[in-house]
């Protein structure tokens, strides 16, 4: 090499042969020619050529001068480049040039040469690339790493290099480029961070996006220098994120971008990056912490990421985000858990737990989100989430916000949609989401009308698409009933019958526009308005609209033709489809894209427009069930055993001849359900039974030939059928035939000549039949049905124990083994109280002789002829008929004002009986008659009594029956003011007086002054006075002292001259007013109005007389707690269960309108009961005997407070007060009680005396409530006392006995299901309690049923008042349900059969 710069010094250039010398006094072409000869020499040259090196090494000098580095054209320049790279490569590894000042002008020369690379196109492009090739190859860069400023060179040779790079270059440029950049990073001493800057500016979202090129340029480039740069970038990040020195790049600001994109290329490159992150995600500065968190979900969430399981200390760091205190942070968490899911189904475990915490957040749109997550991965694959996922998303369906309750349940539906409908992931995922039609359809349970209306349009989309042709429409529908839950069959059943309902009310508002104008056309057009409204989203805003509408009506025939025709009970489907479009297009405007007024037609029309239903819909339908019948359905395939799909297709068509009837008017229709009459199975003729009775008005005239057919059937089930059947049978002929008459008698006359007592099993059919035809035609059988009811209702078959019922200990029994000669007795009752109703009068003063027959048989526990040969379960079945009777009777103006007020209190403590199931079915027609508005509001007051209940369940549906009663009174008086002069039988308030006249005749209420006693008159009061008290409407608060204080100026008007009496009168006054003052603060304003007395109840008040005495002992002042009353934010729904939280699920909303009150058509009805088990599942436990029972089936009587175990005394220091002065009807003999139906002229009254204590025979038990065992010691224990009798779960089908309850026409539409009290409670008992359970059950005295007694310590009896233990255990349950209270309610099921009853009324429900 020293040879070579001997060669070089002497200054004389040696050219390749033909080359002539190149200097600047030749042409550019020239040069070009002359060049293009030398780069062909060099291209030729290799490094072994030893001589040649040198003889061109003054050559290469040359080449290298600035003439050349610096000349004006670029083909010159880039032959020189060419030249000067196989310069390098020839003379490698020494190159020529020894200056560095030299070196770093030739590489910048050269870089800048490299630019050509960029046009594709150009002539150039080959040499361009030749260039890149050689440096590319010899790794010729490499020569700068000994330069001061190589940093500089490579900088500019990396920019250069991702500039020119695109679209237009194949793979070898590509490739050479990466070989040459890699070859600087890995053979260098470092990597600076300028150059890193280069390279990583390209990762930039900003930038990749503007030249993917140059981002795959770096992503190769990373990924071959991936370990050899992995110090760099990582020093570059710790001095970012941990120093924080964000001078020391311009990328500092996107460093999270980056960290994501390096990761997505090589997780290696951030082996030491990633716990810096975990650092930073416990930052205080939230913003950082949001980046950071938005940048991990990225990482964790790609398709292919390995972070989680990698590096499982920063997942569980990020885990910790989603409770962070930042709602943005918290919110991205849940964003990301989808892509997780999806991605991740590994990770969907460690999601789950969070995901439930987030699903409660406290933020909406938090809540919202993890709905979307969930069910944006269960639409991709059901297998990615897991049935806690999405049990998250159906408790949102019941989320306090719309916004994420709607998403919920539109999420669901999609679900099931795509699984269950589609079945696009085979039946197994079908199986795994099929509680979602279920839970959508108990959605339709809440009073929210957007709720409701959601459950109507995702039922017509998703549930049943309306779209489906209708043979598969049908089909879907079918097997859809068929596997639904009796609660969701209920709201299904609702649903059809308010939309059938609104469909009526718009029906009516359009013939009411037909009519002329009159004077009172425009009350009576706003009136239906009104009601419309009511059934529309928003009323406040929709009553405009609705008005707007009217007005459209009245002035565009069109639209009121097409409406009509919508409305018309004859319009098909398809026309309902045209009819919407015409409207919609009829009022919509292209020029108003939101249009407020539209949408509201649109949810309107959503409502009324039958898309599912019409005659051809019933016939596809009748088709679908005689499939079923031969057995050539898809019934197994479908999940539904046959005989079950037949069942539940029958009470289908049952439903819809309520709300479709004229699309059943096709003689195929009709002759499939006489098919369906002559089968087997009692419910699927039963079902057909109702439907003729529903559809046939116009059968005897359009179809002769089905006519005289049916008749044989139906006169052959009335005489010889099952009851039920019997029973729909004259209801059939009532309702389809003209001649009646004639029909009836050929039924009547047979039946009547053939009772007979000796076959009670073929006693009941006809009892039923003749009862309903007494019922439907009186005056044509007046006078054998009085004959019938004296002579064999009465003395033959009441007045007789024919058979001796089984001994058991037992209270109820099911229905197959109740004793058939019970069953007939009910049966009589019936139709002594049925022919009472047909003949509405009281004219022969077969009433009063009913009323006290019924009395007679409450008196004496059931067993009316007191011979002692009855069984419980039988005297508990004829309680609940004596009862029921009575609450029938009095729905009837006349025999109300018959029913005497012991009558009346006799009655109402059938709702504190012992069995279990006769307060559950008592409570339920109870309500079901004040629902209607057809039982005085007298019998509301006996809900008051119920606050004894020992089952907190029973306590709870009370609050609950109360609540919505209420409410709906309140809603009807707001409704119909024309109603004012009816005010004191309609305003809740007055309620007060009732109550207080049951309390103080209440048989438990003995010792005047007695603490204990008044504190249950308290907590009875409080129960009914909360809910009264939660909304001070039109100063309501005032009206209930001033009516109070009123009654206490007057006397009882049962026993006006009884001093003790009106003690006890005047004494519940007093804690009804310190009620009033203690918990309202408006108490002490004007009242109102001036409250008016019901007279039977209370005497005049006598003006000369001013009673301001306090009647209450000093010690009940410490119980009368100050504060506002709770409000009454319960469920309209009366069986719906309550919150597990402690607060009662939703605020109650107005009443949709008065008809809906229905508890038959109405989901929130006594009748929708909380699940349904089978009668083998029903444990009859509490109702045997006490000493079976175990401890954690006792539960005590609710109070208030911590009572003293009755274990912890002997059984002779445990007294109890005297029975009860229980009223009773003497004389109730054989002889009397048939002398009550002999003539007229014979019927006496019977006296009303009260029972000697001492002397009642033992098997003479008391009625209704077992005695409270209390402290006095001069009260001489009763004789004969029957054990605590603890209510028992319900069995679960309805007593056929119930079932025959359905006289009125509007119940046939679905017999009531009594309440089923959960299993699962049955087990648990307040804190406390456990000890106490079992030792007091066997000490406590034992009456006939009722109430259960509380028993009191010894000490306690001695003080009057609670030990210091019992008062600390009653502060800290006190502060246990304040806690509870304050839990926010997200979560409640509205139709679980499992949720547990919580809810706190005053110091009540405090154990």
Request: glycine fraction near 2%; charge should be negative; hydrophobic fraction near 40%.
């Given at each position: 090499?020293?040879?070579?710069?001997?060669?070089?010094?002497?200054?004389?250039?040696?050219?390749?042969?033909?080359?002539?010398?190149?200097?600047?006094?030749?042409?550019?072409?020239?040069?070009?020619?002359?060049?293009?000869?030398?780069?062909?020499?060099?291209?030729?040259?290799?490094?072994?050529?030893?001589?040649?090196?040198?003889?061109?090494?003054?050559?290469?000098?040359?080449?290298?001068?600035?003439?050349?580095?610096?000349?004006?054209?670029?083909?010159?320049?880039?032959?020189?480049?060419?030249?000067?790279?196989?310069?390098?490569?020839?003379?490698?590894?020494?190159?020529?040039?020894?200056?560095?000042?030299?070196?770093?002008?030739?590489?910048?020369?050269?870089?800048?040469?490299?630019?050509?690379?960029?046009?594709?196109?150009?002539?150039?492009?080959?040499r361009y690339f030749y260039l890149l090739e050689n440096i590319a190859w010899v790794k010729s860069y490499n020569i700068c790493f000994e330069l001061e400023d190589s940093n500089e060179i490579f900088t500019q040779l990396y920019r250069t290099l991702f500039q020119v790079i695109n679209n237009g270059h194949n793979q070898k440029v590509h490739m050479h480029m990466v070989d040459l950049m890699s070859s600087i990073v890995c053979e260098g001493d470092s990597v600076s961070q300028e150059l890193l800057d280069t390279v990583l500016v390209n990762l930039v979202p900003a930038h990749k996006n503007l030249n993917k090129q140059a981002y795959d340029l770096a992503k190769a480039l990373l990924k071959r220098t991936a370990q050899a740069i992995e110090p760099y970038i990582t020093n570059f990040f710790n001095q970012v994120l941990m120093l924080g020195k964000t001078s020391v790049s311009d990328l500092?600001?996107?460093?999270?971008?980056?960290?994501?994109?390096?990761?997505?290329?090589?997780?290696?490159?951030?082996?030491?990056?990633?716990?810096?992150?975990?650092?930073?995600?416990?930052?205080?500065?939230?913003?950082?912490?949001?980046?950071?968190?938005?940048?991990?979900?990225?990482?964790?969430?790609?398709?292919?990421?390995?972070?989680?399981?990698?590096?499982?200390?920063?997942?569980?760091?990020?885990?910790?985000?989603?409770?962070?205190?930042?709602?943005p942070v918290r919110l991205e968490c849940v964003k990301f858990a989808s892509h997780c899911l999806m991605n991740h189904p590994d990770l969907a475990k460690d999601l789950t737990e969070y995901l439930k915490v987030r699903s409660h957040d406290p933020e909406e749109a938090i809540r919202h989100d993890v709905i979307v997550s969930i069910v944006t991965a269960s639409k991709k694959d059901l297998s990615l989430v897991n049935d806690h996922l999405l049990n998250f998303v159906r408790e949102r369906t019941l989320d306090k916000r719309w916004r994420v309750r709607k998403e919920a349940m539109m999420g669901l539906a999609q679900i099931y949609k795509k699984y269950a409908l589609q079945a696009e992931a085979g039946k197994e995922a079908a199986k795994q989401i099929s509680w979602i039609k279920d839970k959508l359809l108990h959605i339709y349970y809440q009073n929210s009308i957007d709720d409701r209306l959601l459950v109507e349009r995702i039922f017509a989309q998703y549930l049943v698409p309306h779209n489906l042709e209708t043979t598969e429409r049908m089909k879907c529908l079918y097997y859809l009933y068929a596997t639904l839950d009796g609660n969701a069959v209920k709201a299904l059943n609702e649903m059809w019958k308010c939309q059938n309902m609104l469909r009526h009310h718009v029906k009516d508002l359009l013939d009411l526009i037909k009519q002329p104008k009159s004077d009172s056309y425009n009350k009576t057009v706003f009136s239906k308005v009104m009601v419309i409204t009511r059934n529309l989203p928003d009323p406040g805003k929709t009553q405009d609209f609705v008005k707007k509408l009217a007005q459209v009506l009245e002035e565009d025939e069109k639209i009121r033709k097409q409406l009509e025709t919508l409305v018309s009970p004859s319009c098909s489907c398809k026309q309902a489809e045209v009819c919407v479009k015409e409207v919609t297009k009829k009022l919509g405007s292209p020029k108003q894209p939101s249009n407020p007024f539209l949408e509201m037609v649109k949810f309107l029309l959503e409502r009324i427009a039958p898309v599912h239903i019409d005659t051809e819909s019933i016939s596809a339908l009748i088709k679908q069930v005689n499939k079923s019948i031969e057995g050539t359905a898809d019934d197994e395939d479908e999940g539904v055993p046959t005989e079950q799909a037949i069942r539940a297709g029958l009470e289908l068509l049952k439903v819809l001849s309520f709300t479709h009837p004229v699309s059943f008017h096709s003689a195929e229709t009709f002759e499939s359900l006489l098919g369906c009459l002559k089968m087997d199975d009692e419910k699927v003729a039963e079902a057909a039974l109702q439907i003729f009775k529903n559809t046939g008005n116009k059968l005897e005239e359009s179809f002769p030939h089905i006519k005289s057919v049916l008749l044989t059937v139906l006169q052959h089930k009335a005489k010889k059928g099952p009851p039920r059947q019997a029973k729909y049978a004259i209801h059939c002929i009532h309702a389809m035939f003209s001649n009646r008459d004639t029909h009836f008698a050929q039924i009547f006359e047979p039946l009547h000549k053939s009772l007979d007592t000796d076959n009670m099993e073929q006693l009941i059919t006809p009892l039923t039949t003749l009862g309903h035809l007494a019922m439907l035609a009186p005056e044509q059988f007046a006078a054998p049905l009085k004959s019938l009811v004296a002579n064999f209702i009465v003395k033959d078959l009441l007045m007789n124990d024919r058979i001796p019922g089984k001994k058991t200990t037992k209270l109820w029994v099911p229905d197959d083994e109740v004793s058939p000669e019970t069953l007939a007795k009910i049966q009589g009752l019936k139709l002594m109280v049925r022919w009472l109703l047909g003949v509405k009068n009281n004219q022969s003063k077969s009433g009063n002789s009913t009323l006290r027959m019924l009395t007679a048989i409450l008196s004496s526990d059931g067993d009316l002829t007191e011979q002692g040969k009855m069984g419980k379960p039988d005297m508990s079945r004829l309680r609940l008929a004596a009862g029921c009777a009575i609450l029938r009777l009095a729905q009837e103006p006349c025999y109300h004002e018959i029913i005497t007020l012991e009558q009346y209190q006799l009655c109402a403590l059938v709702i504190n009986d012992e069995c279990y199931q006769v307060r559950q079915a008592f409570a339920q027609k109870l309500h079901k008659g004040l629902c209607r508005l057809r039982l005085p509001l007298e019998y509301l007051a006996v809900f008051t009594l119920c606050a004894k209940d020992p089952v907190k369940e029973r306590r709870a549906h009370a609050r609950q029956c109360l609540v919505k009663n209420i409410n709906l009174r309140r809603e009807y008086l707001k409704q119909h003011a024309a109603v004012s002069e009816k005010l004191i039988s309609l305003l809740p308030e007055y309620v007060v007086p009732y109550a207080i006249h049951l309390l103080v005749h209440d048989p438990d209420y003995v010792k005047v002054q007695d603490i204990e006693q008044l504190k249950d008159i308290k907590e009875a009061l409080w129960f009914v006075l909360e809910i009264l008290m939660a909304k001070n409407e039109n100063n309501s608060h005032a009206f209930i002292r001033k009516m109070v204080e009123n009654i206490k100026q007057t006397k009882d008007g049962q026993c006006p001259d009884d001093p003790k009496i009106n003690e006890k009168l005047y004494t519940v006054c007093d804690v009804a007013m310190n009620i009033v003052i203690s918990k309202s603060t408006t108490y002490s304003l004007e009242s109102p109005k001036d409250p008016v007395l019901p007279a039977r109840y209370f005497t005049q008040p006598d003006k000369n007389f001013s009673n301001t005495k306090n009647y209450l002992p000093p010690e009940m002042k410490s119980f009368f707690t100050p504060g506002k009353p709770k409000a009454a934010n319960v469920l309209g729904a009366v069986n719906k269960p309550l919150s597990a939280t402690g607060k009662l699920q939703t605020k109650l909303s107005r009443m949709e309108t008065i008809s809906n009150a229905s508890s038959n058509s109405n989901p929130s009805s006594p009748g929708r009961s909380k699940g349904r088990l089978d009668s083998a599942d029903v444990d009859h436990s509490e109702n045997e005997d006490i000493s079976m029972k175990s401890p954690s089936e006792t539960e005590k009587p609710s109070r208030g407070r911590k009572r003293g175990a009755a274990a912890n005394q002997d059984d002779k220091g445990q007294e109890s007060k005297p029975k009860r002065g229980r009223k009773k009807a003497a004389n109730t003999s054989t002889d009397d009680a048939e002398d009550q139906w002999g003539e007229d002229s014979s019927i006496a009254e019977a006296s009303i005396e009260a029972e000697d204590e001492q002397n009642s025979p033992p098997k003479r038990g008391r009625r209704g409530r077992p005695p409270k065992s209390v402290a006095s010691k001069d009260e001489t224990p009763s004789k004969g006392r029957r054990g605590r009798k603890k209510a028992a779960p319900p069995a679960d089908e309805e007593n056929e006995e119930e079932q025959e309850e359905e006289e009125d026409d509007e119940d046939d539409a679905g017999s009531e299901n009594m309440e089923v009290k959960p299993k699962g409670r049955r087990g648990r008992k307040p804190r406390g309690e456990a000890d106490t359970a079992s030792d007091s059950v066997e000490s406590t005295p034992q009456k006939r049923r009722g109430r259960p007694p509380k028993s009191q310590t010894a000490a306690r009896k001695a003080s009057g008042g609670r030990s210091r233990a019992a008062a600390n255990q009653e502060e800290e349950s006190e502060e246990d349900m304040n806690t509870a209270q304050q839990s926010e309610e997200e979560e409640d099921e509205s139709v679980d059969s499992s949720t547990k009853v919580r809810r706190k009324v005053g110091r009540r429900d405090r154990r």
């Open positions: 090499m020293a040879h070579s710069k001997n060669r070089a010094t002497d200054g004389k250039i040696t050219y390749p042969p033909g080359v002539k010398e190149i200097s600047d006094k030749i042409s550019k072409e020239e040069m070009v020619r002359r060049l293009k000869m030398v780069v062909k020499t060099f291209m030729d040259m290799d490094q072994d050529s030893e001589e040649e090196k040198e003889l061109y090494l003054n050559l290469a000098l040359h080449l290298a001068s600035d003439f050349f580095l610096k000349h004006p054209d670029k083909d010159v320049r880039l032959l020189v480049a060419c030249c000067l790279a196989d310069i390098f490569r020839i003379y490698a590894p020494e190159a020529p040039y020894t200056s560095p000042d030299k070196l770093k002008d030739i590489f910048m020369f050269i870089t800048r040469q490299l630019k050509g690379l960029e046009d594709t196109k150009s002539a150039q492009f080959n500092s600001e996107h460093v999270f971008d980056l960290i994501l994109e390096l990761y997505n290329i090589d997780s290696h490159l951030l082996l030491s990056v990633l716990p810096q992150l975990e650092f930073k995600l416990k930052s205080n500065d939230n913003d950082e912490r949001l980046q950071v968190v938005k940048l991990l979900a990225k990482m964790f969430g790609a398709k292919d990421s390995e972070l989680a399981s990698q590096n499982k200390p920063l997942w569980q760091c990020y885990l910790g985000r989603f409770n962070d205190i930042h709602v």
